[in-house]
């Protein structure tokens, strides 16, 4: 496995998990959102990591376009 789980917060049917990839050196968000059903994620900058974590769906739609669904970045959230 190439991603290594930094951080993970669940709150109110929501899960946010902040990754790195050992192979790419990028940092991503893996965003499960239990209301809605729907699991995405998004690469950030890392000097935006921690916020970007702490405000995932600001960070999504600054991003512009629809974040994308990642099935490696899902399993390694759900494997920590």
């Known amino acids: 496995m190439t991603s290594k789980e ?3 917060r669940r ?3 929501l899960e946010v998990t ?3 990839n050992a192979r790419s050196n990028e940092v991503s968000i893996d965003l499960v959102d239990e209301a809605s059903q729907s699991e ?3 690469v ?4 935006c990591a921690l916020d970007a974590f ?3 769906f600001v ?3 600054v991003l512009g376009g629809e974040p994308w669904h990642d099935p490696e ?8």
Do not use: C, R, T
Not at 44 to 47: C, L, M, Q, R, T
């Open 6 to 8: 930094l951080a993970h």
């Open 11 to 13: 709150q109110d049917g």
């Open 18 to 20: 902040l990754l790195w």
């Open 40 to 42: 995405f994620a998004f």
């Open 44 to 47: 950030v900058d890392p000097s």
């Open 54 to 56: 702490y405000h995932p």
């Open 59 to 61: 960070y999504a739609s």
């Open 73 to 80: 970045l899902a399993a390694a959230s759900q494997e920590g």
